[in-house]
């Protein structure tokens, strides 16, 4: 990497991708934060671990670990990150992200549509209001052609066909979870199922009268508290190599010439 960032935002959905940038505005008047971003096309099919192979090229690069933050799939892109790499993990911050980390907005679309037996826009309709709560009309359209947009590229493996999910669990890392006061998606249940997971030092939080997009609508406060998270952490250390076969015999003192 030319310039190693202090902290990475994961996006894997580009429809969300203007949800994120208010918050890195935000976040980017106090330390070096980028964006990092998977779009999949039509051909590929639903699954995380494309992303997760690129994700890792390119924080190979680095030689120090980096604060990773993600809402929603994209958070649970990074929690999968951090469980298998965490050494190359700062920290992970998790905004609209359940103990069950991929029902997502999705999983909660498809069940009101086998439920409703509605056409797809008026139940994206009634999902904008739960998701933003009431606006306008031509908001609403835009709004609802956003969801459109993310159900076509997401790599969400939510369908009308099945409802799938990742078991619960935290991660070796200092973690943090957020979640907006009035979310649809992830719950007060939703963030309550998060404490067997988590360690000393880890950090709930709900975002007050907000919804599952906290991050957009309250960049100020989830900054503030984003911040406040990554400055109780302690100094941070470079990224170790694992040691090959040949090391770990000569630390123990054999002759191998």
């Known amino acids: 990497m030319s310039q190693v960032p202090d902290a990475l935002c994961l996006n894997v959905s580009r429809a969300f991708k203007c949800f994120d940038r208010p918050l890195l505005r935000e976040l980017s008047k106090t330390v070096t934060v980028a964006q990092w971003e998977y779009g999949q096309s039509p051909d590929e099919p639903c699954s995380l671990e494309t992303p997760l192979v690129l994700l890792h090229d390119y924080l190979k690069q680095s030689d120090r670990p980096i604060h990773l933050i993600g809402h929603g799939l994209s958070g649970a892109l990074g929690l999968l990150y951090a469980r298998r790499h965490p050494e190359r993990v700062r920290s992970l911050t998790l905004l609209s992200v359940g103990a069950f980390p991929t029902i997502d907005w999705q999983a909660h679309y498809y069940v009101q549509r086998q439920f409703l037996k509605c056409s797809q ?11 933003f709560g009431t606006q306008c009309k031509a908001t609403t359209q835009r709004l609802v052609s956003v969801l459109e947009k993310d159900l076509e590229t997401s790599p ?16 070796p890392v200092p973690l943090m979870v957020g979640r907006g006061e009035y979310d649809v998606v992830v719950d007060p249940n939703a963030l309550e199922q998060w404490l067997p997971w988590l360690k000393e030092g880890d950090v709930q939080w709900e975002c007050p009268d907000s919804r599952h ?25 470079p990224v ?13 003192g054999g002759d191998f010439q």
């Open 121 to 131: 826009a008026f139940v994206l309709t009634q999902v904008v209001t739960n998701l």
């Open 240 to 252: 170790t190599a694992r040691p090959t076969a040949l090391q770990m015999l000569s630390s123990l």
């Open 213 to 237: 997009f906290f991050h957009y609508s309250h960049p100020l406060a989830v900054a503030e508290r984003v911040l406040d998270f990554w400055r109780s952490l302690p100094p941070v250390r």
């Open 156 to 171: 969400s493996s939510q369908s009308l066909c099945r409802q799938t999910s990742l078991p619960p669990g935290g991660a």
